[in-house]
């Protein structure tokens, strides 16, 4: 179970994320962003209650927001 996503920024966000396989565009999970913690020069964001998708698809069909 995925409990850390390492990214180059922090986020203020907090709740519910979908979790994009890098590069294509697939949501292949959800999970609760719960904290981000600095980690060298990197921000480990902390993810609770992390579950994969049944069916994954992609966010090229989602209609803009």
Not at 1 to 15: M, P, V
Not at 28 to 39: I, K
Request: proline content about 3%; glycine content about 4%.
């Amino acid at each position: 179970t995925k409990t850390r996503e390492y990214r180059s920024r922090r986020t203020a966000r907090r709740g519910r994320i979908a979790l994009i396989r890098s590069q294509s565009g697939t949501v292949v999970g959800e999970a609760d962003l719960v904290d981000v913690e600095e980690d060298d020069d990197e921000y480990a964001w902390v993810l609770k209650n992390a579950a994969a998708m049944m069916f994954p698809f992609s966010t090229r069909i989602l209609p803009s927001l």
